[in-house]
């Protein structure tokens, strides 16, 4: 179990290599020209770059902060990025970059609304799909780090193994490694609140 | 085949991740259009290298009219080097033909020889290790410079004793002792 973790977390942390083809280097070239607009003066630029990274900073936060406070901080998030698109050097790396971002920033939410996540964590739909979504999601989130972003991004955000590759730059491989043996956690977890 | 749905939704659906798909998709991000607001403008990366290329420019340009400056120094002090100039001969006293009669026959005042001003150095003969050069070395002269350099020395001698003899004279008469020097009389006898 905790051999599987540390590889997990070895798989996680380990970057795309620069030397492997890239499979959709049609969709960075994309975000590089998106980036180079952005910096001329083209505010609709950014715009599209929200549009195709949102939903990736939306699983990254899902996972990590509660779900009332997930939306405001998407919007933060990119207004933050907005602001400092000039620190970014390699253009076609802004997908890891506001990936980092929202990381960075659901550990600033938990160290300053410790009590508030509290309260909200209670707050209760009263859409029973909801609260069926919510109780699986706690679930994924229940389960070691190095699998529950792979997980929530799969399966809520409905990204394929490879889109989540490329837009957090990580390898495939490690994605696939993380997307299994986290599925299959998820499954005894499942099954195990089935049986009880 | 399962797993391949997994990975990238290709191949057998499984019908787990599918249920699970559903269930969770009702928590996938609703699209919201992004607010900028008009006061936030995206700032423009700071280019430094055209400040660099200008600073190393002045730098380069400083250096370059450092060294010329020296170079020229070193030029201009190298003549001063060579022109130092050769210590001045002692002075030599030349009697006039006038003065050697005078002094010779007439045992009147013989005037004194005239010295010619010494020449300054002047204040840029220093070297350019800055140490002023003071050589006081003895003047070369040849050897009939040498004899003619010795009979003035003699005349001048002479021209000296002849004024001395004069002023004791001089003296005796002002003080009314006309006899013979009675000093040196004593002088003599004692």
């Known amino acids: 179990m905790y051999e599987c973790e540390a590889t997990a977390d070895l798989l996680l942390m380990t970057p795309q290599a620069k030397t492997s083809p890239a499979p959709e280097s049609r969709e960075t070239s994309i975000e590089a020209v998106l980036v180079k607009a ?4 083209d505010r609709e630029g950014f715009g599209r770059l929200h549009d195709l990274y949102a939903p990736l900073v939306h699983g990254i936060l ?3 902060v509660p779900r009332a406070e997930v939306d405001d901080l998407v919007q933060d998030i990119f207004l933050h990025a907005f602001k400092k698109l000039h620190t970014l050097r390699d253009w076609g790396a802004f997908g890891p970059w506001i990936a980092m971002i ?6 600033d939410f938990h160290r300053r609304h ?4 509290e309260v909200t964590e209670d707050l209760r739909s009263s859409d029973t799909s909801i609260n069926k979504a919510t109780e699986i999601l706690e679930l994924i989130t229940g389960l070691p780090a190095a699998y529950h972003e792979t997980l929530i991004l799969r399966l809520v955000e409905g990204m394929t193994g490879p889109e989540i590759a490329t837009r957090t730059g990580l390898t495939p491989a490690s994605v696939r490694v993380n997307l299994h043996r986290g599925m299959k956690l998820l499954r005894e977890k499942l099954s195990f609140k089935e049986n009880t | 085949m399962k797993d391949d749905y997994l990975w990238d939704k290709s191949g057998e659906p499984d019908p787990e991740v599918q249920q699970l798909e559903e269930i969770l998709g009702t928590l996938r991000y609703q699209p919201r259009p992004l607010e900028i607001p008009d006061d936030l403008i995206v700032q423009r990366r700071r280019n430094y290298f055209p400040l660099l290329a200008i600073a190393a420019t002045f730098v380069i ?13 070193q030029k201009s002090a190298a003549p001063l080097e060579a022109q130092v100039e050769q ?17 010779t026959e007439n045992h009147g005042p013989s005037p004194l020889p005239r010295v010619p001003p010494r020449k300054t150095q002047p204040a840029n003969s220093v070297a350019f290790n800055g140490k002023r050069h003071n050589r006081a070395s003895a003047p070369v002269l040849t050897a009939a410079q040498e004899k003619e350099a010795e009979e003035a020395k003699a005349q001048l001698l002479m021209a000296l004793r002849v004024a001395s003899e004069k002023l004791n004279l001089v003296q005796r008469k002002t003080q009314g002792a006309g006899g013979p020097n009675q000093i040196r009389n004593q002088h003599k006898i004692g």
């Open chain 1, 114 to 117: 410790r009590e508030t996540v």
């Open chain 1, 102 to 107: 929202a990381r960075n920033r659901a550990m």
């Open chain 1, 38 to 41: 952005v910096l001329e003066g």
């Open chain 2, 87 to 103: 210590p001045a001969p002692a002075p030599t006293v030349q009697q006039r033909p006038e003065d050697k009669t005078l002094a």
């Open chain 1, 62 to 64: 899902l996972s990590r």
């Open chain 2, 61 to 73: 340009a400083l250096l370059a009219a450092g060294l010329w400056y020296r170079a020229a120094s």
